[in-house]
C-alpha cells in the first residue's frame, strides 16, 4: 500500500524485481512506511533466500555467522541470500563494515531499514554499495483502504466483530495515525475491542476521538523529524510566514518537543536573523522563557506563541551574525595581531615609556564625542565586519555609522594636522 514512485507500474524496484535483480538498498522512511514488508515482498518475488537479521539483539559474531551461511548457501546452491536488517543504523562501524565483502561479491544483497538518516547512521562504504530508497508516509487514503480492508476481511483482520465507521470516523481514524500503518491497526483494534465491549455495531467520530484520547503525531526528540521540525519553525519565521509560524510551533509542543529547548532556539532566532533591525525581539525571546518557567504548560506555551509571532512579524537582518561569523574567521585565519599602542592602558611607567596609550584621546572631551583613534589592528585598518541592512532600526543604526564615521574622520584630520 502507498509507495507508488517505487513499486508502481513505473517504480524501478517493481521493474527490478520483475527482472530478478534487486540491488542491495537501504529502505529509509518513518515508522509503519512498509519496510519490513517490501523487503519480504522483494524475497518472495525473486529467487534470493529471506533471512531476517535484527540490530538490536544482534552483534559481530552473529553477522559473521550469518554471512558465513549465506556464502556456503551461494556455492551450493547457486542463488543469493537476502539479508535484511531492521534497524540497520544501530549497528557500529565493525558491524557494518562485515557486510561489505559479501555484498561485493554477490553472496547477499542486503536490505537494511532505518527510520534514521543514513546519511548520519550508515557508514560512507557501504552506503556506497546501496542504494537508499525513501519511503514516504501513507496518506490518509491510503490508510482508509487499509482499515476497510481490516474490517472486512473474517480471516486475518477484525470482519468478525462486524463493526463499521462512520464516514467521519475513518477520517478521524486515518489523521490521527500520521502516515504510520502500524499505529492505525493498533488504534483500529482498540476502536473495534471498545465498540464490541459497549454492543455497537457503528462507531462514531467521538468514539474513535475518546479512545485515542489525543492525537499522536509523528515525532522523535533525537532524530531526523526533530531536526525537520525546528527547521521548519526556523525557515517559517525567517520567512515572516506567522501563520506557519505558529503551526510549527504547536506541531511541536503537540508532539511533546521540550518547550526550554523551544525557547532557547527562538532566543537564538532573534540574535542571528533579526539582531538590531529589532532589539526588541531579543527582550521578547527571554520574556517568553522566563514567562514558561514561572508558568509551565499549558498556560506557559502562550508566551512562546507570543514570541513566536512576534519573530514571525519583526524586521529581518542577520547583519550581526554575519559581522560576528567574519571577525571569527578573521581571528582563526590571521595571527594574534597586537592591539594598537594608542588603545593600551599604561598602569606603569615603563609602559608610558614605550608608548603605551601614546596619542590617546578621551572621546568624552570631544566635542564631536570620538577621538579619531585607528582601534583595529594595523593590518585591519579599514576592515568593515558590521553591515546594517535598511530593515527595521538598522536603517536608523546604519545612518549612525555614517555619521560616526565621518566624525571621526574629521577628528582623525585634526590629530594629522601639524602643531
Not at 562485515?98 to 552506503?127: C, K, W
Request: aromatic letters at 6%; proline letters at 5%.
Amino acid at each position: 500500500m502507498g509507495q507508488r514512485e517505487i513499486v508502481g507500474p513505473s517504480g524501478f524496484l517493481r521493474r527490478a524485481i520483475a527482472e530478478d535483480r534487486a540491488p542491495s538498498m537501504v529502505l529509509w522512511g518513518p515508522p509503519g512506511s512498509g519496510k519490513t514488508t517490501l523487503a519480504r515482498i522483494v524475497a518472495s518475488a525473486t529467487s534470493s533466500r529471506f533471512v531476517p537479521f535484527s540490530a538490536v539483539t544482534s552483534g559481530i559474531k552473529e553477522v559473521k555467522q550469518v554471512m558465513g551461511d549465506a556464502e556456503r548457501f551461494r556455492h551450493a546452491a547457486g542463488r543469493g541470500t537476502l539479508v535484511f536488517v531492521d534497524e540497520i543504523h544501530r549497528f557500529n562501524k565493525a558491524q557494518q563494515d562485515a557486510f561489505l565483502p559479501y555484498v561485493e561479491r554477490g553472496d547477499i544483497v542486503l536490505v537494511g531499514a532505518t527510520t534514521e538518516n543514513p546519511s548520519f547512521e550508515v557508514n560512507a562504504a557501504l552506503l556506497s554499495r546501496c542504494r537508499v530508497v525513501v519511503l514516504e508516509p501513507l496518506s490518509p487514503e491510503d490508510l482508509k483502504r487499509l482499515i476497510e480492508r481490516a474490517l472486512a476481511d473474517s480471516e486475518r483482520g477484525l470482519g468478525e466483530a462486524g463493526v463499521v465507521l462512520e464516514p467521519e470516523a475513518l477520517d478521524t481514524l486515518a489523521q490521527l495515525a500520521s502516515g504510520d500503518a502500524r499505529k492505525v491497526y493498533n488504534l483500529l483494534e482498540l476502536v473495534v475491542a471498545d465498540a464490541v465491549s459497549a454492543g455497537v455495531s457503528k462507531v462514531s467520530e467521538e468514539a474513535v476521538q475518546r479512545v485515542a484520547q489525543r492525537k499522536v503525531l509523528l515525532y522523535d526528540k533525537a532524530g531526523e523529524e526533530h531536526f525537520n521540525l525546528i527547521s521548519a519553525l526556523h525557515k517559517s519565521l525567517r520567512e515572516s510566514d506567522a501563520d506557519a509560524s505558529i503551526y510549527w510551533l504547536a506541531r511541536m509542543l503537540e508532539s511533546g518537543e521540550d518547550p526550554h529547548y523551544i525557547a532557547r532556539r527562538l532566543v537564538r532566532f532573534a540574535s542571528e536573523d533579526i539582531g538590531l533591525a529589532d532589539p526588541r525581539a531579543l527582550r521578547q525571546t527571554l520574556d517568553a522563557w522566563d514567562a514558561y518557567r514561572r508558568l509551565g504548560s499549558p498556560e506557559g506555551d502562550l508566551a512562546l506563541a507570543q514570541a513566536t509571532v512576534y519573530l514571525a512579524v519583526a524586521p529581518k537582518s542577520n547583519a550581526v551574525y554575519t559581522a560576528f561569523k567574519a571577525a571569527r574567521k578573521t581571528v582563526a585565519n590571521r595571527p594574534a595581531d597586537p592591539v594598537p599602542k594608542v588603545i593600551r592602558n599604561a598602569p606603569t611607567r615603563l609602559m608610558k615609556d614605550i608608548g603605551y596609550g601614546d596619542g590617546y584621546v578621551y572621546a568624552h572631551d570631544t566635542e564631536e564625542g570620538v577621538g579619531g583613534l585607528d582601534c583595529l589592528p594595523d593590518a585591519l585598518q579599514g576592515t568593515r565586519f558590521y553591515r546594517p541592512t535598511a530593515r527595521g532600526i538598522e536603517k536608523r543604526i546604519r545612518d549612525r555609522l555614517e555619521e560616526i564615521r565621518r566624525s571621526r574622520a574629521r577628528a582623525k584630520a585634526r590629530r594629522d594636522e601639524p602643531p
